[in-house]
């Protein structure tokens, strides 16, 4: 029998990774401009080479890429400002121009450029819009769980039960346990979000793939901001604050491996 005794709750470890990696970036931006400073001043005049300064560049483009991923991954769950995003980058950037010195080769400069450009772009890609990259994926593996999902809801939608809150189905089949849940967000009035929950008991025997989207409406964005063994947590977001309060039914989908 194992024992957790000791272990670090996991909102606990993901707070001091997320403060490790604010850290790392406040560290990052004030050397930039202690650099940008020094080289304003006339203290760097040996140009590095070529190969020091792609390398230069390729090392400071993936710290920046690093810290923004971790951040995004941590924080997201909707609250994180746009500069945790921004600041990694504009250091990088000062950075690389402190370094660029006259005498520099002019095809190792513009490699160097190219590469903080390509690296800020696909950190981006990965840390600000996640799904973009996982949604094919996720798809594929929930594939069979849909075409079960759509037996076990072949009914017409009007015979779903009154009141509807929470529905959830779980099915074994061979190494996987497909999940289907129905849930209803609730978003009160003068706000534009609602959270919701739905637990796995018992646990799964693995940590899930899921995928959410709104079944009555197409201007609500759900996301799935985190997904556990024992349950999950779902965000639906509207577009703008609503006046009174409203409903959105959320369908959820996914599968996990089983022994």
Same mark, same amino acid.
């Given at each position: ?8 709750? +996991? ?11 604010q ?6 931006? %004030?050397? @930039? ?25 390729a ?20 609250r994180?400002?746009?500069?945790v ?14 370094f660029?010195?006259s005498?520099?080769?002019a ?11 390509a690296?800020?772009?696909? @950190?981006w890609?990965? %840390?600000? /819009? ?5 949604r094919?994926?996720r ?5 069979v769980?849909?075409? +079960?999902?759509e037996?076990?809801?072949a009914?017409?939608?009007a ?12 099915? /074994?089949?061979?190494?996987?346990? @497909?999940?289907? +849940?129905?849930?209803l967000? *609730?978003i ?5 979000? %609602? ?35 024992f ?12 006046? *009174?309060k409203?409903?959105?039914l959320? *369908?959820?989908?996914?599968?996990a491996?089983?022994?």
């Amino acid at each position: 029998m194992s024992s957790t005794a000791g272990a670090i709750p +996991a909102p606990v470890l993901r707070q001091v990774v997320a403060a490790v990696a604010q850290s790392l970036m406040s560290l990052l931006l %004030a050397l @930039s401009l202690v650099m940008l400073t020094r080289r304003s001043s006339g203290a760097f005049v040996q140009p590095l080479s070529g190969l020091a300064m792609v390398a230069v560049a390729a090392a400071l483009a993936v710290v920046a890429a690093l810290v923004r991923i971790v951040i995004g991954r941590v924080l997201a769950e909707g609250r994180t400002s746009l500069a945790v995003f921004v600041l990694p980058g504009i250091a990088v950037s000062l950075l690389l121009a402190a370094f660029t010195l006259s005498g520099t080769p002019a095809l190792a400069i513009a490699i160097a450029w190219f590469v903080v450009i390509a690296c800020e772009g696909a @950190s981006w890609l990965v %840390a600000y /819009r996640p799904e973009l990259l996982t949604r094919e994926r996720r798809r594929q593996q929930v594939g069979v769980n849909r075409a +079960a999902a759509e037996e076990i809801l072949a009914e017409p939608e009007a015979e779903l039960p009154a009141g509807l809150v929470q529905q959830l189905t779980r099915i /074994r089949e061979d190494d996987r346990e @497909s999940i289907h +849940a129905l849930l209803l967000a *609730e978003i009160p009035p003068d706000d534009r979000l %609602a959270i919701i929950h739905v637990a796995f008991c018992p646990p799964l025997e693995a940590t899930p793939e899921l995928i959410a989207h709104a079944l009555d409406t197409d201007d609500a964005d759900v996301r799935i901001t985190q997904a556990e063994t024992f349950g999950a947590r779902i965000e639906v977001r509207l577009p703008e604050v609503v006046i *009174e309060k409203r409903n959105v039914l959320v *369908e959820v989908l996914g599968s996990a491996t089983c022994q």
